[in-house]
């Protein structure tokens, strides 16, 4: 029998076959993979459909003589979020005001990344748990597209550098040097908060002076740096240029809180510690990060994109 002749029932690949696993018990992964890629859960199900779609184009002989079925998932998942990212640029100058990612509850990908595995030394790494951070994918839009595939395959995912090396084309060696930059770029923009306690206290001091309408309390808050980010996305109001500055960052909040006398802040917890579910009545207007360095406030982000707030479910 040729390559090309078909394999007949009762063969060693029918049999196969038959017993290939239920490769959709891997898409929590893969969604989990997408996300932290590209930014969103709307695009990281799309390259997932993708993904799938690749597998199920095979033949069933095709499909069993693949020994890792996970493994080959995952690389084309990478390979898929890979292109994605090639093309973000210019989407991104399309969009509607600022772009931001889009923050999840930080219990959403709880068990995701159970295949880690450690290395010799901790250092070599930046331990990422499923608790992704708004401030660490922001750091990430920086990224050059196969920085932030290695980067996300090696020190989330444990993807050794060869493999990595085959999904962006690249050498080992020049793949290990794009993680290496990738992670010196989380490290320099310091994306997790140094004290967790003092962040969540602060926080709670945010969502109180702001429904207080204590401008005095807010700006004590705020880091002369500060910059505040809304996503409308076009869909709804927001800024569609970065707030800055402690001032206009303090009207911005207050105005918007006088705008609609029966907001309501509510504790959700992400991967950048407590933040602010804005809500009036049962409706959930906006999810508020912060980012605190040294007791100050320097970066809020609001998240206000209809479309990027489907994870929530706020009671």
Not at 98 to 114: I, K
Not at 218 to 242: H, I, K, W
């Amino acid at each position: 029998m040729t390559d090309s002749e078909p394999q007949k029932p009762g063969t060693d690949a029918a049999r196969a076959s038959e017993q290939l696993p239920d490769v959709f018990d891997e898409r929590r992964r893969l969604i989990s993979i997408g996300y932290r890629m590209l930014g969103t859960l709307a695009e990281a199900e799309d390259a997932v459909q993708e993904t799938y779609v690749r597998w199920y184009r095979m033949t069933d002989a095709e499909r069993a003589a693949i020994t890792n079925p996970q493994g080959w998932l995952t690389r084309v998942m990478s390979r898929v979020c890979l292109d994605v990212l090639g093309s973000a640029r210019a989407r991104r100058e399309r969009y509607v005001g600022e772009w931001l990612p889009e923050p999840v509850p930080a219990n959403l990908f709880t068990g995701s990344a159970s295949d880690r595995i450690a290395t010799a030394d901790p250092l070599d790494r930046v331990t990422l748990d499923d608790e992704v951070s708004t401030a660490l994918l922001i750091v990430m839009e920086s990224m050059t597209p196969a920085e932030r595939v290695a980067f996300v395959l090696h020190d989330v995912f444990a993807v050794p550098f060869d493999e990595i090396a085959t999904i962006v084309g690249r050498t080992s060696t020049a793949v290990r040097q794009l993680a290496t930059s990738a992670r010196r770029r989380v490290r320099d923009h310091d994306v997790h908060p140094r004290n967790r306690k003092q962040h969540d206290d602060i926080m709670l001091a945010f969502a109180a002076a702001i429904s207080s309408g204590d401008l005095t309390a807010l700006t004590a808050l705020l880091d002369p740096s500060v910059t505040l980010r809304s996503d409308g996305g076009g869909v709804v109001n927001a800024a569609r240029r970065a707030v800055l500055g402690v001032s206009n960052v303090a009207r911005f909040m207050l105005g918007t809180a006088r705008k609609r006398p029966s907001l309501a802040f509510r504790e959700q917890l992400t991967g950048d510690g407590v933040a602010l579910a804005a809500m009036e009545g049962d409706q959930l207007l906006a999810i508020v990060n912060v980012k605190v360095r040294d007791g100050r406030i320097t970066d809020v982000w609001m998240q206000v994109n209809p479309e990027k707030l489907t994870t929530w479910s706020i009671s």
